[in-house]
């Protein structure tokens, strides 16, 4: 991948972003602990992981440049349009990393850099 692409993050995520992680840990958890952690993330402060450090946590692989969402995601770096911050809750039963929204941003900032810092909020 290329290495002259500037990543752009932008300040805080967007209320899509919570609703997609509301979905996808309604999967994992009651809607009701659901909620409750996603209301948690809506305060939590925005913060940085290095992007290998998400991945191996996480245990998920690396989607490539093929699959759609990524593809669109290295799109908008390419044409200067930020992304925003990825969305994590830890799992301490599993003691594993639920990567709740970002997870094709996360794969498109790391075919570019895999030591690229990623804001993201945390509970």
């Not at 500037?6 to 840990?25: C, E, Q, R, T």
């Not at 009701?32 to 290998?52: E, G, M």
Request: glycine fraction near 6%.
């Amino acid at each position: 991948m290329s290495e002259n692409i500037k990543v752009i993050w932008l300040i805080k995520p967007g209320d899509n972003d919570y609703l997609a992680s509301l979905s996808y840990l309604g999967l994992i958890f009651s809607n009701k602990s659901a909620k409750k952690l996603v209301k948690a993330l809506r305060k939590a402060p925005i913060t940085s992981f290095n992007a290998k450090d998400i991945f191996r946590s996480s245990g998920l692989s690396l989607l490539g440049i093929n699959n759609g969402h990524v593809e669109r995601n290295t799109e908008k770096l390419q044409s200067g349009i930020g992304l925003p911050p990825v969305l994590l809750v830890r799992y301490d039963r599993q003691r594993q990393l639920i990567i709740a929204d970002g997870y094709h941003r996360l794969c498109s900032v790391y075919l570019i850099d895999e030591d690229a810092d990623i804001p993201c909020k945390i509970v």
